[in-house]
C-alpha cells in the first residue's frame, strides 16, 4: 500500500476567510517502510500571512514572497498524491485547504481536473485515530511523541515537513506496537554528531534468536526451588502451568528459553 504522510503550513485559520497554503510537507511511505522519496514546496500565497501564524511555523511573507504560487506547483504536487492513502493529522483541516485551493485552480482552468482529495485519495486521520486510542488525554503531535516516546528535540516551531516525518514515526508506533531502533554504527555516527537517525523497522533477514536450553544443573537448582516452595507454601503456581506436569515426576518444562 502506498501511503502519504502529509502536513501544511498556512497564512491562518480558515480558508473561507480567504487564507492560503505556504508550506506543503510530505513523505512516502510503502508497505510501512519510508521510500525516501519526499514532497516539499514552500509557496506564494499571494497575501499576508497573520502575525499569530508565523508565531506558530515561523514562516515570514518575506521568505515566501519569491516562492512560486500554488497554480505553479499544483499537477506535481498532486502527481505525488494521487490515488495513496493520505495521513494527516487533524485532516479536516489540511484538506480543507488543499481542497480550496484545488478549487480556485479549477475556477480559472478546465483541464487537467484536479480534486477533490477524496474522490481522488483515502483519507486517515490520525488525530482522530489518537482521540480514539486515547480517550480524554491530549493528542497533539507533541503530546503523541511523548507518550510513544518518539525524540522530537529538534521540533520548535511547525513545519510542515519536519512534522510530516514525526507524524511518520507517530503512526507507526500508534498501527504497529513497538519499533525498533538503528543501533548500528552509522546511527552511533549521528547520535554522536548531534544528528538524528529516526525510527527504523528490523529486516526481515535478520539472524533468528538462538534457543539456549536449560543446564542439568539449571534444572536441578529449578527444581528443588520448587520443593521448597511446595512445603512452605503448600502448592506451587508453577505446577498448573502447561508443559509442567506437577511435583510428583522429575519432568521438566517444555518451554525453552531464548537469550
Not at 86 to 96: Q, S, T
Not at 97 to 123: K, N, T, W, Y
Request: proline content about 3%.
Amino acid at each position: 500500500m502506498r501511503q502519504i504522510i502529509l502536513d501544511t503550513e498556512t497564512t491562518g485559520i480558515d480558508p473561507k476567510e480567504g487564507h492560503r497554503l505556504i508550506e506543503i510537507g510530505a513523505v512516502e511511505m510503502t508497505n510501512r517502510r519510508l521510500t525516501g522519496n519526499t514532497y516539499h514546496q514552500y509557496i506564494n500565497p499571494e497575501r499576508e500571512i497573520e502575525a499569530e501564524a508565523i508565531g506558530i511555523h515561523g514562516i515570514t511573507n518575506e521568505r515566501v514572497a519569491d516562492e512560486p504560487r500554488f497554480a505553479e506547483v499544483a499537477d506535481a504536487f498532486w502527481a505525488f498524491i494521487k490515488g495513496a492513502e493520505l495521513i494527516i493529522h487533524n485532516a479536516p483541516f489540511d484538506v480543507g485547504f488543499i481542497d480550496h485551493e484545488f478549487g480556485m485552480l479549477q475556477a480559472s482552468r478546465d483541464e487537467p481536473r484536479l480534486g477533490p482529495v477524496a474522490d481522488h485519495c483515502a483519507i486517515l486521520d490520525t488525530l482522530k485515530m489518537a482521540r480514539d486510542k486515547h480517550p480524554g488525554q491530549r493528542n497533539s503531535l507533541d503530546a503523541l511523541c511523548k507518550r510513544y516516546e518518539i525524540d522530537n528535540g529538534h521540533r520548535v516551531l511547525h513545519g510542515a515537513l519536519l512534522d510530516a516525518e514525526i507524524l511518520a514515526d507517530v503512526y507507526l508506533a500508534m498501527t504497529g506496537g513497538q519499533t525498533a531502533l538503528l543501533l548500528d554504527a552509522d546511527a552511533q555516527a549521528g547520535a554522536n554528531s548531534g544528528g538524528t537517525s529516526g525510527i527504523r523497522r528490523l529486516s526481515n533477514e535478520r539472524p533468528r534468536l538462538a534457543v539456549t536450553r536449560l543446564s542439568e544443573a539449571e534444572l536441578d537448582a529449578h527444581h528443588a526451588k520448587l520443593s521448597r516452595i511446595r512445603e512452605g507454601a503448600g502448592e506451587c503456581a508453577w505446577d498448573t502451568l502447561a508443559g509442567w506436569e506437577g511435583s510428583t515426576n522429575d519432568s521438566t518444562p517444555s518451554a525453552s528459553v531464548e537469550s
